[in-house]
């Protein structure tokens, strides 16, 4: 099958021929500028690689890890000198799954037990993240240069950049679903090509379900991604859902567009069954794979929870309704009810605060940041007597204050114009806030809303494409063009003066995200709102 690539000529055949308006879709199946879309990617993406990297060794706390970093970091290091789990013996309990804590290992295993060591991977991840955004927001705008402006506002994007720079799980979370949610966006791509090329064989209407769409590798890979998005956090359950949801939804938009004779039934009897295969049981199997140390070890936690060997400190027992299932599996689903029970306890209600816990109704406009560093005892460089070192996860206001227009327009732009590119990143937006607030009462952080960042930054690129406008200024290939049009003119300077000021807005708040030395009067200067405080 020929990659899924803008082919004007399908098959040899003239495009007003093989897809007469208005009965059939036109026969667009992504961007073409294939050379010059890479070229504009890499070179975001070593910007990217440049911000996370710098000076990516400061600050830690005296040595050691910052913040969240002191669980993930010596977890990860336990990891890499103990065949691959954590012999845990500072903790009760290991509360998340392994597979964020593998990849600081992988740092920690190049690097030592140093703070670039436990902090490499999440600047891998993060760079790649740009990258992935970039590549995305170019396919559903069919725009490099609107993909362009995505990379620079994520780059620019405090919350994803601090994330990026600290050796916790989010980042990777982030990474994970922004992956599969563009797995999706190209198999959205390729399923269309498929059916274009049955419509012109003649094949469309042969069944009144419609033509069956062969495997479809892409939205196997996002169903891998998703599991290794729920292998970091539990979270991307949400994920799993949400984005199964997309997929069929897509499906059944396909099938109408080319006309199927029963497109709903068509995609029940088709296309239902292998999303629940892809999305729902390949995400299971990713899941128990990344296990596979501890299945593998003989002093994992709870390992041997189940079971007859050491069946005197046994506390699940022998017998019981599901004790035909292997020891093993019994003993994983123990340890994962501990950790529910764990999560679950958190809550204000039992007695569980910290000073910089926040609710998801704060986190659209980065209203409750998160501090995750700071020092003014012996801290010196900001050519004062007295200087002040902090780090805080805070999203750039010119982005994150745009959260609610942009969300608002998204949903306009969904139910009036049929606009699935505005549908589809709601989608993703709302599976990473949304199910927050089915527990209020939970303990939470901002640091939850990373995996929003680069729904939200695509938003806003979509926007601005559509500031832009169409030809003449943007073509399928993302060309700009030069016309004697004062109103377009002032369209292209109001994008150009919002992306500087997203800049300007980044460079400004650098100090308090990578805790460069400062005086106390500009971290006081820093912190906009009372809530920031």
């Known amino acids: 099958m020929t990659k899924p690539t803008y082919q004007p000529p399908l098959l040899g055949v003239d495009a007003a021929a093989s897809s007469p308006a208005p009965l059939r879709p036109a026969p667009d199946f992504g961007p073409g500028d294939r050379l010059r879309g890479w070229l504009v990617t890499l070179l975001l993406t070593g910007i990217a690689a440049i911000t996370r990297f710098v000076n990516l060794d400061r600050p830690t706390d005296g040595g050691t890890p910052t913040f969240d970093e002191k669980y993930y970091a010596h977890q990860a290091w336990e990891m890499v000198g103990n065949g691959g789990v954590e012999d845990n013996p500072a903790y009760g309990l290991i509360v998340h799954p392994p597979v964020g804590k593998q990849l600081i290992a992988l740092g920690e295993l190049i ?284 999203g750039t206001p010119a982005l994150w204050w745009l959260s609610l227009p942009m969300l608002a327009w998204a949903s306009w732009r969904s139910a009036t114009r049929r606009d699935w590119r505005y549908a589809a990143l709601l989608v993703g937006y709302c599976a990473g806030f949304l199910p927050w607030f089915l527990d209020l009462d939970r303990q939470m952080y901002y640091f939850y809303a990373v995996p929003m960042a680069p729904f939200l930054v695509m938003g806003i690129a979509l926007v601005l494409a559509g500031i832009l406008g169409p030809a003449p200024y943007l073509d399928a290939d993302g060309r700009l063009f030069l016309v004697p049009s004062k109103r377009q003119d002032l369209k292209l300077a109001l994008v150009c003066l919002y992306s500087g000021l997203v800049v300007a807005n980044f460079i400004w708040l650098w100090p308090i995200l990578t805790g460069h030395p400062i005086t106390v009067d500009n971290w006081h200067d820093h912190l906009w709102l009372p809530s920031w405080r």
């Open 111 to 394: 690097y030592g037990y140093t703070p670039v060591g436990w902090r490499f991977s999440a600047a891998i991840a993060g760079t790649v993240l740009v990258l992935l955004v970039i590549r995305i927001t170019r396919r559903m705008t069919r725009s490099t240069m609107i993909g362009a402006f995505a990379g620079l506002l994520l780059i620019c994007d405090g919350t994803t950049f601090v994330a990026s720079r600290h050796g916790m799980l989010d980042i990777f979370q982030a990474l994970f679903v922004t992956a599969a949610f563009g797995c999706l966006i190209v198999d959205r791509d390729e399923v269309r090509y498929r059916l274009a090329r049955a419509d012109l064989e003649g094949r469309i209407a042969r069944s009144p379900y419609g033509p069956r769409l062969g495997v479809r590798w892409w939205r196997f890979g996002a169903g891998v991604l998703l599991g290794l998005a729920c292998g970091t956090k539990w979270s991307g359950i949400y994920f799993v859902v949400a984005f199964g949801l997309l997929s069929v939804c897509f499906d059944i938009a396909a099938r109408r567009a080319y006309r199927m004779p029963r497109p709903w039934v068509g995609t029940a009897v088709r296309d239902i069954g292998p999303a629940l295969y892809a999305i729902v049981l390949i995400p299971v199997l990713v899941y128990l794979a990344s296990y596979g140390a501890w299945f593998a070890s003989e002093d994992g936690y709870d390992r041997y929870a189940a079971g007859n060997l050491y069946a005197g400190a046994n506390p699940i027992g022998r017998g019981g309704f599901w004790s035909w299932m292997p020891d093993a599996l019994r003993a994983l689903w123990h340890n994962q009810g501990q950790s529910l029970s764990f999560h679950k306890g958190l809550t204000n209600s039992a007695g569980n605060h910290h000073p910089w816990e926040s609710k998801p109704w704060s986190w659209p406009m980065s209203l409750r940041p998160m501090l995750y560093h700071y020092a003014e005892t012996g801290v010196t460089g900001c050519g004062r007597p007295q200087c002040v070192q902090a780090v805080m996860l805070i």
